[in-house]
Each structure stands twice: as C-alpha cells, then as structure tokens.
C-alpha cells in the first residue's frame, strides 16, 4: 500500500475564470480542462514532471451548493518569498498574511478569487 501525492480540488463557481486568475496571476499552468465551458481543470507550478509540483483542480459547483471556505491550502516555495509577496501585490492580489518569520519557516498568505486561502512557506 502506498500513497503518492495529494491534490486539493476546489469546488468553485465559474473554472474558466478560476484558471485564468491562476495562471495569469499567480504564475500556474494549466494541465488540462475539461468541458466548454469547462466544469473541471488542474493547474500546476514548479517542476510539472516531477511530483514535487504544485497542483490545483477546479470543480464546478453550483452557487446552491458552494459552502464557506474553512480550509486553506499549504503551498511550499523555494527562495524569493518576499518578492513573490511583492509582485503578487502588484498584480493586485489580495494578501491577509504579510511575509513573517514562524517556528516551522518564513511565510505570507493570499486569497483567490473564489475566498480560498494559499498559505505560501519556505521550509524551516
């Protein structure tokens, strides 16, 4: 028995602008979507061949069925943290945690378009 990986899926009202907010914001690529409009969609960063990467998937939902938003996402990152806060700042992005030093490493925190919470760590 073993356990590769884990992929956050994100139950969100309109994927089609979703992925665009993260690829033309936030830096991701897009994998794949599925339908047209799509309802389904996985966005990626870093290394995509290698399984370290981070990926995202997009699922439509239906505005009935969209609940509040009580988890974040963990997002590991290499080096440039504070200028990555900077730049995503610039491009408009909501930060609701400054870059700030923590017991577990340095981190800063943003909100998608959808109220979903990335929490972006450099290792400790």
Request: glycine share 8%.
């Amino acid at each position: 028995h073993e356990l590769h990986g884990a992929q956050a899926v994100l139950m969100v009202e309109d994927v089609k602008k979703t992925v665009e907010f993260y690829c033309d914001v936030l830096g991701f690529h897009l994998d794949f979507d599925w339908g047209s409009p799509p309802t389904h969609a996985r966005v990626s960063s870093g290394d995509r061949e290698d399984a370290s990467a981070a990926r995202i998937r997009f699922q439509k939902a239906e505005p009935s069925t969209l609940v509040q938003k009580t988890s974040y996402i963990y997002m590991h990152i290499g080096t440039g943290m504070d200028e990555l806060c900077q730049e995503f700042k610039s491009r408009g992005v909501e930060i609701v945690e400054e870059p700030n030093d923590k017991p577990w490493g340095r981190q800063f925190g943003i909100r998608d378009i959808n109220g979903y919470v990335l929490s972006l760590r450099t290792s400790g």
